[in-house]
């Protein structure tokens, strides 16, 4: 059975820098397009950046120039390096397996990020 396992949240000041994982098992994870997710209290879930099997990327606005998704088919694992955090990025990060160019199939149960000095 599909299982996406986030790593790598926690509290962080301004300005500072934290990699999260998501470590995946159960799926042919090469063929997935695999996406970070965030959602923040009192807002709604919110698309941080999407990998496709191709490599190709795309983020949301907000994360533009300072967040970098990835991937490492070998290891079954996608990576968000998160530089530069602001306040406003703190929020419960989700990982997401999706068929590609379809909605998310898969979720992780989340990690933590707080950014506050």
């Known amino acids: 059975q599909a299982q996406l396992v986030e790593s790598g949240g926690g509290l962080v000041q301004p300005g500072g820098s934290l990699r999260l994982s998501c470590a995946a098992s159960?799926?042919?994870?090469?063929?997935?397009?695999m996406a970070w997710y965030r959602q923040a209290p009192g807002k709604q879930r919110e698309l941080v950046a999407r990998i496709i099997s191709s490599g190709r990327t795309n983020y949301g606005d907000s994360v533009k120039g300072r967040f970098t998704i990835s991937r490492d088919n070998a290891k079954n694992t996608a990576y968000l390096q998160m530089n530069s955090l602001k306040p406003e990025d703190t929020a419960v990060y989700y990982c997401?397996?999706?068929?590609?160019?379809?909605?998310?199939?898969?979720w992780g149960q989340g990690t933590q990020v707080t950014v506050s000095s």
């Open positions: 159960g799926i042919t994870f090469w063929l997935f397009d």
């Open positions: 997401s397996a999706g068929f590609p160019g379809r909605e998310a199939t898969y």
